[in-house]
């Protein structure tokens, strides 16, 4: 049951039929995982927040640096040595002090996934690495929560969610194998701050969607940011997938 003081805090975003009074009260009943705390998990945690998300549970192992200023728009100068998580935690609760928030300094392996991640409504990667993508997945696929994936580097962007309340979802291990390559570093291949933020974004945007029930799994989204263009494919399911095959 919303109060009168957030039917007014949320009223724009209720004003949509698709919304609607049952989208904000399935947002705020939502316990959301959010793994990292980065160019991407900056923008997705500010829209959640900012959205009535009931619950934010922050995972990130690092601390502000001055080059993440440019793009992690949820830190200061002031921010820069302070644990990322702590720090993103701090801003959501002056935007939204509603909002529960939890904020965990670590790297999240397959052991801390497995403790954290049956008890969410919803998983979204906000990650920089494929170990970290892999061992989400494969918690999330283990305990039937959908997760948003998304990713950038350069001026390109990608981003995915896997429905895992649905038996037949694909998921990223269908997506890239296990012919993993090494990873594609910001640090050595650079990126452009607004074309990880439109990815974040994107991400918090699919998350409204789902929680208050769209069917929005299923298709991975391309973003070129040189050509401003964008690719829709659909994805399918590999029965030889070493996650959800078999
Ligand atoms: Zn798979």
Redesign the pocket.
């Given at each position: 049951m919303l109060t009168d003081d957030q039917l007014l805090r949320y009223s724009r975003q209720i004003l949509l039929p698709e919304f609607d009074v049952a989208g904000q009260a399935a947002l705020a009943a939502a316990r959301v995982l959010l793994i990292g705390a980065g160019g991407l998990g900056c923008p997705a945690a500010l829209y959640l927040a900012g959205a009535g998300v009931g619950e934010l549970i922050l995972a990130d192992p690092d601390k502000v640096d001055s080059s993440n200023l440019h793009r992690q728009i949820a830190y200061r100068e002031t921010d820069v040595g302070q644990p990322k998580a702590q720090a993103l935690a701090a801003t959501l609760h002056a935007l939204n002090s509603e909002v529960r928030i939890t904020a965990h300094v670590l790297a999240a392996d397959d052991s801390w996934l497995a403790t954290q991640v049956p008890g969410v409504t919803l998983v979204l990667d906000c990650s920089d690495n494929f170990a970290t993508r892999e061992a989400v997945n494969r918690a999330c696929?283990a305990a039937g929560v959908p997760l948003i994936s998304g990713a950038a580097i350069r001026q390109e962007g990608q981003l995915a969610v896997f429905d895992f309340r649905q038996p037949e979802s694909?998921?990223?291990?269908?997506l890239y194998g296990d012919g993993e390559g090494p990873d594609t570093l910001c640090s050595e291949s650079g990126i452009l701050g607004p074309v990880v933020g439109t990815v974040g974004t994107l991400q918090a945007h699919l998350a409204l969607r789902l929680l208050s029930g769209a069917n929005v799994g299923g298709v991975l989204h391309l973003f070129d940011g040189a050509t401003m263009s964008w690719r829709q494919l659909r994805l399918r399911?590999?029965p030889g997938?070493r996650?959800?095959?078999g």
């Open positions: 696929h694909p998921c990223y291990g269908c399911r590999d997938c996650v959800c095959g």
